[in-house]
């Protein structure tokens, strides 16, 4: 029997003016925001790209990496490297459709969403593809240079929203909010 089509979720942190990094990094520091990014990702493929996962520096454990590049030569342990968006949506949807439970867990949901973590580019193809945005928004205008594509309140509609204080651990206080494509 066919499984449904999994979801195509962007998971994005940005700025008020729309920044989500500078000079190739994030440029604030949200412990809380990682968490969630770890508890919502985890058992889930990740697609990012290049950039993004040399910023990173090593595959997000617990996860198919699975890195856009347009050098075929390009690679890096523990992460897939394909040479589109496209690709990466069907190796993600495979991988999905392969799933087998765990013998110590045999009633755990399988995983149905694949998860789209950056950047910019990435992140600018992948609007018109996705179902669902997990996106934290950062109380702050801060100076960057890549930015996430505007979130039209036409298309994207908010389904739930969290105001979340600044931690220990945060530079900034957040408000998540998980947009959906309105019908
Ligand atoms: N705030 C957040 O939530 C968040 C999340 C992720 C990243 N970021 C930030 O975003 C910044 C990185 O974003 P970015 O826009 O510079 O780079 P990126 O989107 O991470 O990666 C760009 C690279 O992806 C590959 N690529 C892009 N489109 C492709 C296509 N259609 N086909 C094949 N390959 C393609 C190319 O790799 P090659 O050059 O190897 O061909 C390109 O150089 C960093 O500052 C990072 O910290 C922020």
Known sequence: MA???PVIAVIVAVS???VIGR???????LST???RFKALTTGHPVIMGRKTFESVGKPLPGRLNIVVTRDHDWHADGTVAVSSLGAALELAKAHLESFE???????AEPPDTIFIAGGGQIYAQAMALADVLHVTHVDAEIEGDTVFPDIDPDVWKAMHEEGVPAGERDSHPTRYVVWERGL
Not at 23 to 29: E, I, Q, S, T, Y
């Open 16 to 18: 008020k003016n729309g």
């Open 33 to 35: 925001d990682l968490k």
């Open 23 to 29: 000079d190739g990094a994030m440029p604030w520091r």
């Open 3 to 5: 499984a449904d089509a």
């Open 101 to 107: 439970p765990d013998p110590d867990d045999p009633d």
